[in-house]
C-alpha cells in the first residue's frame, strides 16, 4: 500500500535550521507531485511548498519563501524540506503529502496520499 513516512522533526533555537525527510513506498515516486503542509495547534493545515513529479518546477508559500528549500531523490524515492533562519511561527506539525501527475497547488484537497506528520518546535 501506499505510505508516505516524515522523519527530521525537533526542537531548534529560532535561526536554526532543520531537514525533513519524507519517503515514500508503494508508488512510482518519479509520478508523484511531492508537497510539504503544516498545522499549528489552533490553525488551519497550510500550504508550505512542493515540487512537481517532473521536476522542472517548485514553489513555495510566501511565509517561507527564501528560507526553505524543497528538494527531491527520485533514486531514494524521497523529497526533503529544508529549513533554514526557523522562526517561532514555523512552529508546527509538518506532513507531506502526494499526488500523482498534477501541479503544485496549494489545496491539500487535491493531494490523494498523506504521511503521519512530523514535530517541529522553534524556541524564540
Known amino acids: 500500500q501506499v505510505q508516505l513516512v516524515e522523519s527530521g522533526g525537533g526542537l531548534v533555537q529560532a535561526g536554526g535550521s532543520l531537514r525533513l525527510a519524507c519517503k515514500a513506498s508503494g508508488l512510482t515516486f518519479s509520478y508523484l507531485t511531492m508537497t510539504w503542509f503544516r498545522q499549528a495547534p489552533g490553525k488551519e493545515r497550510e500550504f508550505v511548498g512542493g515540487?512537481?513529479?517532473?521536476?522542472?518546477?517548485?514553489f513555495y508559500s510566501d511565509a517561507v519563501k527564501g528560507r526553505f528549500t524543497i528538494s527531491r531523490d527520485n533514486a531514494k524515492n524521497t523529497v526533503y524540506l529544508q529549513m533554514n533562519s526557523l522562526k517561532h511561527e514555523d512552529t508546527a506539525l509538518y506532513y507531506c503529502?502526494?499526488?500523482?501527475?498534477?501541479?503544485?497547488?496549494?489545496?491539500?484537497?487535491?493531494?490523494?496520499?498523506w504521511g503521519q506528520g512530523t514535530q517541529v518546535t522553534v524556541s524564540s
Open positions: 515540487t512537481k513529479w517532473s521536476g522542472d518546477n517548485t
Open positions: 503529502a502526494a499526488a500523482r501527475f498534477i501541479r503544485v497547488v496549494a489545496s491539500s484537497k487535491n493531494y490523494d496520499y
